[in-house]
């Protein structure tokens, strides 16, 4: 439900992202001996302000963005502080920075989030009332092993097993039974989730809180989101799917509103999708984003000269404006969808 708190919490989320993205351009600008003359959080007129030894810090009215003014930075200069005066290496770091700082917000939020709830294993720690499972034999601290001969290593895979299930037929479950030291197999038929379109056995799992076992495993959702981001992406540019499968502001503060009142652990995870998105999505080659500019360093190199001020800046202001466009589009898409 969308109110004025999960608003704030909606600008809350974006604030911090923007911050951590822009704070990635700032720390790798100043590490590569770069100035930066501002750096701001939002747009439009400046609200609050504070000038330090180079850089002038600012909060502006609009929560819809931020930026870093790196010197040199769509302009000829080519001083000693200039991104202009530095190599491609440091340059292409330095543009990289904000997305690689999104990233590794998105991991620490999904280590934060499992390190809480703990990573669920494959050993079943309770029952869903109403679903087949616990009535048809299986017992606290089974293991699964393997669904219609589909081995089970992860929780995901149990659900992945009944993905092409339709409710027809009976399905072979094989556990181990640790207090029996032996496998067994029981034959049950998985239960319908109304409004899910889906079928579940009706077991909760067991869960680890191993540091290292987090660690790993937040690496590994970083790998399936950032795959199924990809596999969106390309499926987009196929036709094969719709501007409906992109959330705009709009639509992630309905979301937030939702997910919201189960408690803060799904905020964590909205907030690190987003913060993932918010990567790989600037670093695409898209006129304004900074990989349109990691990509012009590579063309820069190719072609052995720099590339005209001029034109980059036509460029990426033509980009800006189909950006503009885009966000409009998606805009409007999520009123209709969740309002």
Known sequence: ??????????????????????AGHFIS????????????IGMGPAIYKKQ?????????????????????????DEGQDSINSKGKLARTFIFSAGSLMNLLTAYVLLAIVLLIAGIPTTTVGGFTPGYPAQSAGIAEGDRVV????KEIRRWEDISASLQGYKGEGMVQVEVFRASTNENLTFTLKPGY???????????????????FGVL???????????????STLIGLFRGAVGLDAFTGPIGVVSIVGQVASHG????????ASISLSLAIINMLPIPALDGSRVFLLLV?????????????????????????????VVAFNDVYRFF
């Open 264 to 271: 803060a652990l799904p905020v964590l995870q909205i907030a």
């Open 193 to 211: 989730v109304e409004g899910e379109d889906r079928y579940i056995l009706g077991i909760t799992p067991q869960t680890t809180k191993n540091v």
């Open 146 to 149: 393997s669904i219609e001969q």
């Open 300 to 328: 820069e190199a190719v072609k052995g000269s720099p590339i005209n001020k001029e034109r980059e800046n036509i460029f990426h202001l033509i980009g800006f404006a189909l950006m503009i466009l885009l966000a409009i």
């Open 1 to 22: 439900m969308v109110n004025i708190w999960t608003i704030l919490l909606s600008l809350l989320i974006f604030g911090l992202l923007i911050a951590v993205h822009e």
């Open 29 to 40: 600008a100043r590490l590569c001996k770069v100035g930066v003359t501002e750096f701001a």
């Open 52 to 76: 330090g030894k180079y850089t002038l810090f600012s909060l502006r009215a609009l929560p819809i963005g931020g930026f870093c003014k790196i010197v040199g930075e769509g302009d000829d």
């Open 216 to 230: 790993k495993r937040a690496a590994v959702l970083i790998g399936t989101y950032t795959a199924l981001i990809f």
